[in-house]
Nanobody, 126 residues
Framework: QVQLVESGGGLVEAGGSLRLSCAAS????????MGWFRQAPGKEREFVAA????????YYADSVKGRFAISRDNAKNTVYLQINSLKPEDTAVYYC???????????????????WGQGTQVTVSS
């Protein structure tokens, strides 16, 4: 089992920045990849970014390329999502997720992840 706890959300003005954190515990030695998703009110959960737990591979949704950066600190068992140039449309609950399954590419679909955090709210005011 892997437990995930997100933090770092909040209310920020458009153009600002936030860094979200996702602390992992439990069976972290078996984690293959971590991902960030977000869900806005009335919308489906959408993929944002993913990173391999070991190695340098990252992948981003087209909508966030250039503004979002995913990174990790294995010593702290923590994955981060740096969000810059925030827009009102970035308002959503942000979730981190983990998968133990080794696949050829970084997973981007929510059903490819087995473990989820409780989410952290990001609200961007215009």
């Amino acid at each position: 089992q892997v437990q995930l706890v997100e933090s770092g959300g909040g209310l920020v003005e458009a153009g600002g920045s936030l860094r979200l954190s996702c602390a992992a515990s439990g069976r972290t030695f078996s984690v293959y990849a971590m991902g960030w998703f977000r869900q806005a009110p009335g919308k489906e959960r959408e993929f944002v970014a993913a990173i391999r737990w070991r190695g340098d591979s990252t992948y981003y949704a087209d909508s966030v390329k250039g503004r979002f950066a995913i990174s990790r600190d294995n010593a702290k068992n923590t994955v981060y999502l740096q969000i810059n140039s925030l827009k009102p449309e970035d308002t959503a609950v942000y979730y981190c997720a983990a998968t133990l399954q080794v696949v050829a590419r970084l997973p981007t679909k929510h059903n490819e992840y087995s473990y989820w955090g409780q989410g952290t709210q990001v609200t961007v005011s215009s």
